[in-house]
């Protein structure tokens, strides 16, 4: 059980910089996820950027921010957004943000309450302040400027997720970009991110370090190993997160194995149904509309008996930690013609990770032995290592600050590389003020 007790710093405890600019990584500074990165100025301009939690086991949250009046959310997962509803109780904060990362927002915050009860750890928030959040967005479309206070703020295309924004802010001093969770490559969802001139660019690490295969091949190695299930009468289970992986997954099959019978169950189906409302920064709203056409949603106990039957079922949770995912699990294991094929990071801790390091996973509490193929596929929405750098470059930012990045593997052959190309490199740990054009 994690105790956490926010505290609430008094502004006369916090200051301004007497000089330039202040950053603060609350969380996310020195580990991935958790983030939440406070930017101040000499003027008495203060920003808070996302604010989320690590969904671990127990959770891990970023530390208690001083009264800020504004807050960026640059996407809806719940470690860039999971402790909103405490920052718009206790300060009454206004959260910016795209439409759709608003309107699945909610959802994010119920289910991240839901998973809370069950796995009996205490949030620092209730139920009542998801409503005050929800009263608390202010909506921005991509590339449309807007004044607060001094500072000019645009949200731009993330790639990512959709919806997922990059954040530039103009300053008298110069101008700093924040990358957000970002990708500079296409994913079936939404266009990558595109690089411009910025003095500071705050970059996430995730895969400092890390380059991913090539898409198209892995799309390919995907199809073939599920035509080989398919072929042998198993049904394929694919764990997939609901915010983007369901649906870009859900996409890739229809396109190149539209022959298949593909069942669809979790909460990625109401997020799919809130993309559609968006088509506007969807990159082919058309591919996702008729492959939402195509596929079987579940939505009954007798559909999902029937699902077992399909050639793939794509499900929550990604990490096989409850969700329907648990329910399918324990019943394709009996037949050693099933599979079930990862398409993410398996946490430590979580079922998946336990399925790929010990053969069993925990189905109400009792480890259990699973007897198929498991097999993982990488289809990462976060910029490899060799994107990083590239992105960087075409920024040609003169200094750098690694953020959302593991300290021992990912953030320092990442800093070296930047270090290499002639970029200034900063490497925040939470808690610590960094200083820029000072
Ligand atoms: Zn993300």
Redesign the pocket.
Known sequence: MVMYAPGMLKNRDYNFPDKGLRYHFLGGGNEVGNVGCLLDDDKKNRLLLDYGIAPTDPPKYPLPSPSVKHSIIT?S?ID?LGMAPWLCANHRTKLHGTSITANISELMWNDCYKVSKIEGYPLPWDKRDIDTSIDSWEIHDFNQPWMQNEWKLTLQNAG??PGASMLSVETDHGKVLFTG?FDSRDSMLVEGAKPEKTDILFIEGTYGGRNHPNQEEERRRFCEEIVRVSDRGGTVLIPAFANGRTQDIVMMLHKYLPELNVHVDGMGKRIAKIYMDHPDVLKDPDLLKSSWKWSKQVSSKSDRKKALDADCIVSTSGMLDGGPSIWYLNRLKEDRRNSIFFTGYQATGSGGRSLLETGKVPIWKQKVPINLDVKQFSFSTHAGHDEIVQFSSDCDAEKIVIYHSDPNHSRPPLAEALEKNGHQVDTPENGEFGNLFN
């Open positions: 996407h997962h860039h990512h997720i969770d």
